[in-house]
């Protein structure tokens, strides 16, 4: 969320940011899982006269979340 509120400030209104890395729920090996968590924010095209802006929803967010899966190999029939 701090990476997101910089680039508003700055200017970057539209962001689609991601990070993949471990979450670790505890001491013992074994007690983390591999997350990746994402945040999208703004308008889902890039400034152009001739496309129209609509602001991202949660549906923009599922079609990424697949497209992530799909690259990494996951089955196709994943319920999200």
């Known amino acids: ?3 997101a ?3 508003q400030a700055r200017g970057f209104t539209d962001l689609a940011l991601f990070e993949v890395g471990p979450v670790f729920a505890g001491g013992e090996p074994g007690e983390q899982a591999l997350h990746a968590p994402g945040l999208l ?7 152009d006269p001739y496309g129209s802006r609509r602001a991202v929803d949660v549906y923009d967010a599922k079609a990424d979340a ?15």
């Open 5 to 7: 509120a910089r680039n």
């Open 66 to 80: 697949e497209a992530v899966l799909a690259a990494v190999g996951a089955p196709q029939k994943v319920q999200i």
């Open 1 to 3: 969320l701090q990476a």
């Open 41 to 47: 924010v703004g308008a889902t095209a890039p400034r």
